[in-house]
């Protein structure tokens, strides 16, 4: 079997990932369709990704506002990108950090899902496995997001669910960070 159809090749990796939250800003957040569960399910990959220890990246687009208190607070060590593209990897900076972490795997959630999302998923797919968190990604409107996951899809990001991510990446249970982590999807 080839590498690029072996599981391995898809199943995500603790040690080979890392969490992109795209835009969650004080101005966009609240015209957002699902917002609440959008929300909740970024914060949860937060306080999971703490406890596994995965890298952690944040964008802002210029002039809209600072990411919501409810994510900022789960974060109060990162500093988000400023950017004013649409793709994160036009952003010099955010292409160098996410470089720099040496992680060939992105979890990408934030919105909106047909603009920035689609823009750096479909970008990052010629340097990194792409996975975006379905509901974990929103947009104004529930057709673009649906649009948008289609496309991406199409063009080779793995859709995925915020349970997937966690017991993907948790690999199995039993664990002292099962038990950690347990909470989190009850």
């Known amino acids: 079997m080839s590498t690029l159809h072996s599981s391995k090749h898809f199943l995500l990796r603790p040690d080979d990932s890392l969490f992109v939250i795209i ?15 959008i929300v909740d399910n970024v914060i949860k990959l937060v306080r999971f990704s703490r406890i596994i220890d995965l890298p952690i990246f944040v964008t802002e687009q210029e002039k809209l506002g600072n990411t919501i208190p409810e994510v900022r607070e789960e974060l109060p060590d ?7 593209d649409f793709s994160c990897f036009e952003s010099l900076e955010f292409a160098e950090v996410i470089r720099k972490a040496k992680r060939n795997t992105l979890i990408i959630s934030g919105i909106e899902a047909h603009v920035c999302v689609v823009q750096t998923a479909l970008q990052a797919l010629s340097d990194y496995r792409v996975h975006v968190v379905s509901d974990a990604v929103s947009s104004r409107s529930s057709h673009n997001r649906e649009v948008a996951l289609q496309r ?10 915020t349970e997937m991510v966690i017991f993907e990446l948790l690999k199995k249970a039993g664990t002292d960070t099962f038990r950690k982590v347990l909470n989190l999807v009850k």
């Open 23 to 37: 835009d969650m800003q004080e101005k966009l957040v609240p015209v957002m369709t699902d917002k609440g569960k």
């Open 78 to 84: 990162i500093q988000p990108v400023t950017k004013v």
């Open 152 to 161: 991406m899809r199409q063009c080779g990001v793995t859709i995925t669910s």
